[in-house]
């Protein structure tokens, strides 16, 4: 559950044993993934999270939970 302008937001995890557990993330602790893991949207408190975009009905929450990429540096021998 997110409420617009507030700075975390709530949200319920399923454990291993199909039971739901609430967890609360600050939005200023998401991180862009260092990972090659599927179904990671983005990284919070050392965790990975996944955000199925085509469910997610809130378009402004999306955009919060999905952090752009720093651009990549480009080699200066690309042009050689």
Request: a positive charge; hydrophobic letters at 35%; glycine letters at 2%.
């Amino acid at each position: 559950m997110w409420h617009p302008g507030s700075d975390s937001f709530e949200v319920e995890m399923m454990s291993w044993l199909a039971t739901y557990i609430p967890k609360t993330i600050k939005f200023a602790d998401i991180q862009p993934p260092q990972t090659n893991r599927p179904f990671v949207t983005f990284k919070a408190n050392g965790n990975y999270y996944f955000v199925d975009s085509e469910h997610c009905h809130n378009k402004a929450l999306l955009a919060r939970l999905t952090p752009q990429k720093p651009p990549a540096h480009e080699s200066a021998l690309k042009n050689l």
